[in-house]
């Protein structure tokens, strides 16, 4: 069952309500709130910070995917990349009189946030997403895909944060996605993947960075901006399995 506003698209899956919000490029006024509250000299070029992605289960529960959380998690220390793009960006910070450091490639390892009256509980697992499942030919009931962020670093590569959903009869499915290219330096990215099963009483969510040296991918330019393509090329830098647990007296179909 859809149902659409301006900007949102409403899906219910179960006892599972997802939101899509959708708007135009954050302006001025809540740039300048967001840089207040980060306490970062900068914001990414193109940040739309009333998007955002959630995910409720009836009994209060939930996941959300939003921008500000995410830049929460950017460092206050320079990247440590001494690339032609480092010597733009200090340039233009002693321009605007900004002599605060901070991770301008916008690397964030942010996972999404747990939300309403009663969190799920994180427990470690070392069970994995079932990728053969995922890979059968099921009809999708629901898909959004959602840019948090987006900045070109000064005509120097790309950083972006999206999310996607996509709902099937078995379950849903979530990837969070942060893509950066230095160009002629590195490709990384942090990659959550979030999947729940219709018959179980938890979400699995995986997450892994991965990177690698530019110069030792066998792509081509063009396909070093497709991070499907990338990924595989990628070496795995840091990998974890969690449980996110439904409460302990809700049921899969959300019974209490």
Request: aromatic residues 14%.
């Given at each position: 069952m859809a149902s659409r506003?301006?900007?949102?698209?409403?899906?219910?899956?179960?006892?599972?309500?997802?939101?899509?919000?959708?708007?135009?490029?954050?302006g001025c006024e809540e740039i300048e709130q967001m840089t207040r509250s980060l306490g970062l000299p900068a914001l990414p070029e193109m940040l739309f910070g009333g998007n955002s992605l959630s995910v409720m289960h009836c009994a209060g529960h939930g996941l959300e995917f939003r921008a500000q959380p995410a830049l929460a998690k950017v460092s206050?220390?320079?990247?440590?990349?001494?690339?032609?793009?480092?010597?733009?960006?200090q340039r233009g910070c002693q321009a605007a009189d900004v002599v605060q450091p901070y991770d301008w490639t916008y690397t964030?390892?942010?996972?999404?946030?747990?939300?309403?009256?009663?969190?799920?509980?994180v427990q470690p697992t070392t069970e994995r997403i079932d990728q053969a499942?995922?890979?059968?030919?099921?009809?999708?009931?629901?898909?959004?895909?959602i840019v948090l962020f987006e900045d070109e670093l000064h005509d120097h590569g790309i950083s972006v944060l999206s999310v996607k959903v996509r709902v099937m009869q078995s379950g849903f499915f979530l990837l969070l996605r942060?893509?950066?290219?230095?160009?002629?330096?590195?490709?990384?990215?942090?990659?959550?993947?979030?999947?729940?099963?219709?018959?179980?009483?938890?979400?699995?969510?995986?997450?892994?960075?991965?990177e690698r040296y530019i110069k030792d991918i066998p792509l081509s330019l063009s396909e070093l901006s497709d991070p499907a393509a990338v990924f595989p090329h990628l070496h795995v830098v840091k990998e974890e399995s969690e449980k996110l647990l439904l409460p302990s007296d809700v049921n899969s179909e959300g019974l209490v």
């Open positions: 506003k301006k900007s949102e698209e409403k899906y219910t899956f179960g006892p599972w309500t997802f939101v899509a919000k959708k708007t135009h490029i954050s206050h220390q320079q990247p440590g990349l001494t690339v032609a793009c480092s010597e733009t960006w964030t390892d942010y996972r999404g946030c747990l939300t309403g009256s009663r969190c799920m509980q499942k995922l890979m059968n030919r099921e009809p999708i009931l629901f898909f959004e895909d942060f893509f950066l290219r230095v160009d002629g330096v590195v490709i990384r990215v942090n990659e959550t993947r979030i999947y729940h099963q219709v018959d179980t009483s938890y979400l699995i969510r995986e997450f892994v960075t991965k």
